[in-house]
Every structure is written in C-alpha cells, then in structure tokens.
C-alpha cells in the first residue's frame, strides 16, 4: 500500500493513543476511511477459533474479576477514564477518519466515554439490592446483585467507541470481562480504546485479571460465534433491526441474556406554541448532524398547519446553506456518508417519495475529494403523508416534513412506525407537553421536550421500544442487566414457617 496522508495520520494518531497493531496486513481487513473513500489500514482477521480462545480466557478472567471488591472494580475504571481524558484528541480523531465526524463530534463521543466511566465509577459503591418484608416471622429477605458473567459487545460504525463503553464501563464495575466485536468498518478506533485500557490496566496492578478486555477484528463469523457461545453471559448488540432480527433469536435460543440497540425512525412535532428559533437549531442538528448516521437521527418532523409557513421555508434555508465537507479539514457541520450503499439508499429512498408526491429539496451528491468519497446535500423532504421510505429507516440525512392540524392524530402517526427510539415535542403549551411525555403519548424510549432527538446525554437509559429491541444501556438502573439478582431469605427463628400459610407437620 503507498503511504497517503491520510494513512500517514493514521499510523501516527494510533501510535499516539499506543496502540501498536498491524496496519498493513496483505489480505486482512481493508479499513476505508469515508472521508476520501481510501484504504488507510488493513488488519489482521480474528478467525473463529480465535473467538472461541478469547472467550474461554474470558471466562477465566470471570472466576477472578467477580470476587474483587465493587468499588475495587471501579478503581479501574476510574484510571481508565483518566487515561481517556489524556487521549481524547487522538481518539476523536480516530473516530473522525473512519466515521467521518466532525472533530467536535468525534471528541463528543470520547468524552461520552469519560463521562459513562465516572458514572460508573460512583456507581461501583451503589450496587444496591432490596431488603423486602417477609410474611413469616424472625426471616429477613434481600436482594444481591452478583456478576453475571462474560459480556460480549457488538457496535455499529456510527459510534464506533460510545456504545462499547457504555457497556464495558458498566460490565467491568458490575464483575464481568468484555470482549469487544466492533464494526467492521471502524476497527482502528476499538484497537485504540484497548491500547488506552490496557494503560489503564498497567497501572491498576495484579488484581486485573488477563482477558478481562479483548477486542476481536473481523466480519460475521467472529459476530455468530460470540452470539451463539453459552459461554457468553450477555451479548450487547448496537445495529440495524436487521441485524437485531438475527441475533435477538439466536441468543434467546440457548436462554442468553441481550441488550439489543437497534433502528429507530424519530420524528419531532413543531406546535404552534414553539420557539421556533430554538426548534429551527434543534431540527438542524438533529436531523442533519453526524450526517444523519445516529440511530437517533431526527427523521420525520410533523409541523402543525399555523406554523408550517413559518419554520419550513426556514428549515430549507438551512438546508440549502449547511457546509458539508471533509471533517479533518475543514469546520464542516456536516461530513461524509459511509460508504456508497449509503449514498445508494438515500438516492432509492427520495426517489421512492418522488413517486409518492414528496418535494424533494436537496438530497444531491456533493463532490468533495476523491470519487470513492460519497458527500451529500442533507435533504428535506415535503411529504403530503406519512407513506413508502418514511416508515423506515433510511440511515442518511433525509427529513421528512408532514402538516398536521390535531395533535392526538399526529401523536397517532408518530407512533404508527417501526422504530421506538427517541422523539421530540417544540412547544411551550404545559398540556401539549404533558400529553406527549403521557400514556397516549410517544411510544419511546426517549422522550424530549424542546431538544432535538438526538445527543443523549449518559445519565439517562438509553434505548427504545419495538423495533429499536427494547434494551437499556448507559445510565439510570441499566447496570441491572450486567448482573443476576439472587433472592436471598434467611430464618433466623426457631421455627419453620411456611409461606403462604401452608402445613407440612411431619
Ligand atoms: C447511536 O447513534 O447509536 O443520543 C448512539 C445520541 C448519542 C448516542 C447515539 N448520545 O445521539
């Protein structure tokens, strides 16, 4: 492979973050960067029984890492989030070369990493079970949360790092090891978070377990065997619906635990009460930023009819004026899609609205760079109903704009979809509000008032309904997932009670 520049940065920003893989495997995994559609590495594959190793070293890493205290655990990952923080410009732009986000965002989603460290830091002196009351007399009933077990990650190219510390922070404070499966298009940025924990783990000492953390490179194979092992406790999947479809079953085929993270088609409603400045900003990074490749993407918009004059013709404007260009750069808001089988579903999905009386406006390749780079105009589609491509996810910066005139009936249609991930309502009505974060309201996981759908902050769970697989990970009580509960009742009388006023007398 002749050197590039952007081969020259590569090599260089994975040296900084001490990560010393191979980035020129003949044959291996070709990693091409969306920015100018290059090749910048190729890796070695894992192969199968690669898999099955590291997930036996796993399960060995098991039987030491669950007997360490919680808030030893979290020691670990307290250094972690400190090495991070020292690498963050080098990860980020990582993240920017084989996802192609802006530098801003790219380091958002390190420091998104921070920020699930240092929650689960806190929360490795918070494991708390119950104490529950008994019907019998002198017993005592609680809860303990034990480590599950080996916890296997699979992420998606879109944020190849966040999602896998959401889980890894959260599974290593709770007492399981990690194996990671990345995309197999953003493989340098998982080997760079290992090289950066295995710092890390150099200064945390003896009690670190080896294969505590793995990272396996390779396409679908190295994915169904982590998927159908039993020795895989969890399996933690971040991905199409598509995808979601295949392993849901597999992992619930052998009783396996799963968090899936899946498609989501998130729509915001703009009531007349608005502030439409603030709701104008919101729809713009919602809808266009990371280029519309966040399962949170806003997607579809429902603008009541008084308002619609008011905020579209603005929206276009933005739309038309946004910069889009290459992330490492320019100051670019916008960067570029994937790959072409990108660019080829965002060109069927606003053919397929054409067909359907959609106003298309934007929506054109940009040339920026070389050919094998695939840019576009983020697109607005006018829509005269919620049909054909915007029932789905199409994962490209496409927004979909309908009319509505009665809020119940565009809560109808913003539920009537696969997808259940997150959901925006712009008003400043108190009962406009609470109708939407209601019972009769959103269907999903992620419920917003005044923001856009997209940029969760980690505090919260995150995930949704339906479609989206209906798994939890990040804040809130997700760690529960990582864990087992044990009900644990002890009699400390002298007698032996029966519950539920059975006798036995024998
Ligand atoms: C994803 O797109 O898979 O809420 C994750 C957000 C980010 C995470 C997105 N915090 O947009």
Same mark, same amino acid.
């Given at each position: 492979?002749?050197?590039?520049?952007?081969?020259?940065?590569?090599?260089?920003?994975?040296?900084?973050?001490?990560?010393?893989?191979?980035?020129?495997?003949?044959?291996?995994?070709?990693?091409?960067?969306?920015?100018?559609?290059?090749?910048?590495?190729?890796?070695?594959?894992?192969?199968?029984?690669?898999?099955?190793?590291?997930?036996?070293?796993?399960?060995?890493?098991?039987?030491?890492?669950?007997?360490?205290?919680?808030?030893?655990?979290?020691?670990?990952?307290?250094?972690?989030?400190?090495?991070?923080?020292?690498?963050?410009?080098?990860?980020?732009?990582?993240?920017?070369?084989?996802?192609?986000?802006?530098?801003?965002?790219?380091?958002? =989603?390190?420091?998104?990493?921070?920020?699930?460290? +240092?929650?689960?830091? /806190? !929360? #490795?002196?918070? %494991?708390? $079970?119950?104490?529950?009351?008994?019907?019998?007399?002198?017993?005592?009933?609680?809860?303990?949360?034990?480590?599950?077990?080996?916890?296997?990650?699979?992420?998606?190219?879109?944020?190849?790092?966040?999602?896998?510390?959401?889980?890894?922070?959260?599974?290593?404070?709770?007492?399981?090891?990690?194996?990671?499966?990345?995309?197999?298009?953003?493989?340098?940025?998982?080997?760079?978070?290992?090289?950066?924990? =295995?710092?890390?783990?150099?200064?945390?000492?003896? +009690?670190?377990?080896? /294969? !505590? #953390?793995?990272? %396996?490179? $390779?396409?679908?194979?190295?994915?169904?065997?982590?998927?159908?092992?039993?020795?895989?406790?969890?399996?933690?999947?971040?991905?199409?619906?598509?995808?979601?479809?295949?392993?849901?079953?597999?992992?619930?085929?052998?009783?396996?635990?799963?968090?899936?993270?899946?498609?989501?088609?998130?729509?915001?409603?703009?009531?007349?009460?608005?502030?439409?400045?603030?709701?104008?900003?919101?729809?713009?990074?919602?809808?266009?930023?990371?280029?519309?490749?966040?399962?949170?993407?806003?997607?579809? !918009?429902?603008?009541?009819?008084?308002?619609?004059?008011?905020?579209?013709?603005?929206?276009?404007?933005?739309?038309?004026?946004?910069?889009?260009?290459?992330?490492?750069?320019?100051?670019?808001?916008?960067?570029?899609?994937?790959?072409?089988?990108?660019?080829?579903?965002?060109?069927?999905?606003?053919?397929?609205?054409?067909?359907?009386?959609?106003?298309?406006?934007?929506?054109?390749?940009?040339?920026?760079?070389?050919?094998?780079?695939?840019?576009?105009?983020?697109?607005?589609?006018?829509?005269?109903?919620?049909?054909?491509?915007?029932?789905?996810?199409?994962?490209?910066?496409?927004?979909?704009?309908?009319?509505?005139?009665?809020?119940?009936?565009?809560?109808?249609?913003?539920?009537?979809?696969?997808?259940?991930?997150?959901?925006?309502?712009?008003?400043?009505?108190?009962?406009?509000?609470?109708?939407?974060?209601?019972?009769?309201?959103?269907?999903?996981?992620?419920?917003?008032?005044?923001?856009?759908?997209?940029?969760?902050?980690?505090?919260?769970?995150?995930?949704?309904?339906?479609?989206?697989?209906?798994?939890?990970?990040?804040?809130?009580?997700?760690?529960?997932?990582?864990?087992?509960?044990?009900?644990?009742?002890?009699?400390?009388?002298?007698?032996?009670?029966?519950?539920?006023?059975?006798?036995?007398?024998?």
């Amino acid at each position: 492979m002749p050197t590039t520049p952007l081969k020259t940065m590569v090599s260089e920003t994975m040296k900084n973050c001490g990560a010393a893989a191979k980035l020129d495997d003949e044959g291996g995994l070709a990693v091409i960067s969306p920015v100018t559609g290059e090749t910048v590495a190729q890796l070695p594959e894992h192969s199968v029984a690669e898999t099955h190793a590291a997930i036996a070293r796993a399960n060995e890493a098991f039987r030491k890492w669950r007997l360490i205290p919680a808030p030893r655990r979290g020691e670990l990952v307290r250094l972690f989030a400190e090495e991070l923080r020292k690498s963050k410009e080098n990860l980020g732009r990582i993240v920017s070369i084989e996802a192609g986000k802006s530098p801003s965002e790219g380091q958002g =989603e390190v420091q998104e990493m921070i920020d699930i460290c +240092d929650f689960a830091v /806190g !929360l #490795s002196r918070q %494991l708390y $079970g119950l104490t529950i009351a008994t019907e019998r007399p002198g017993h005592r009933m609680m809860e303990t949360w034990h480590p599950l077990g080996v916890v296997g990650i699979i992420t998606a190219f879109n944020f190849p790092c966040a999602p896998w510390c959401w889980n890894a922070a959260l599974a290593l404070v709770c007492g399981d090891p990690v194996i990671w499966k990345p995309s197999e298009k953003t493989p340098l940025t998982a080997l760079a978070c290992q090289a950066v924990f =295995e710092r890390a783990l150099a200064r945390f000492g003896d +009690d670190a377990p080896d /294969g !505590l #953390s793995q990272v %396996l490179v $390779g396409g679908p194979s190295v994915g169904e065997a982590l998927v159908e092992s039993e020795k895989v406790a969890l399996i933690s999947a971040t991905g199409s619906t598509r995808m979601g479809r295949i392993v849901g079953p597999k992992v619930a085929a052998r009783f396996g635990k799963c968090i899936l993270e899946l498609g989501g088609n998130n729509a915001g409603i703009v009531c007349p009460s608005a502030d439409m400045d603030m709701a104008l900003r919101a729809i713009a990074f919602g809808a266009m930023g990371t280029a519309g490749q966040r399962c949170t993407t806003m997607r579809r !918009l429902f603008v009541h009819e008084s308002v619609y004059d008011q905020i579209v013709p603005a929206l276009k404007k933005a739309y038309a004026s946004v910069s889009v260009g290459n992330p490492l750069e320019t100051q670019a808001l916008v960067g570029p899609l994937i790959d072409k089988t990108a660019y080829d579903s965002m060109v069927t999905a606003l053919a397929e609205a054409a067909d359907l009386g959609g106003v298309v406006h934007g929506g054109e390749r940009e040339q920026i760079g070389p050919d094998s780079a695939y840019y576009v105009r983020p697109a607005i589609v006018e829509m005269p109903a919620q049909t054909g491509p915007v029932t789905r996810e199409t994962f490209a910066p496409i927004l979909y704009v309908m009319k509505y005139s009665d809020l119940d009936d565009a809560l109808e249609q913003h539920n009537d979809v696969g997808g259940g991930l997150s959901s925006a309502i712009f008003t400043t009505d108190l009962r406009e509000m609470e109708i939407f974060l209601s019972a009769k309201g959103s269907d999903c996981g992620i419920t917003n008032v005044n923001i856009g759908t997209s940029g969760a902050e980690i505090g919260g769970a995150f995930g949704g309904e339906k479609e989206t697989g209906g798994g939890r990970e990040s804040g809130s009580d997700a760690w529960r997932a990582y864990m087992r509960r044990a009900t644990n009742t002890i009699n400390y009388s002298t007698e032996l009670p029966l519950a539920q006023g059975v006798t036995f007398d024998i």
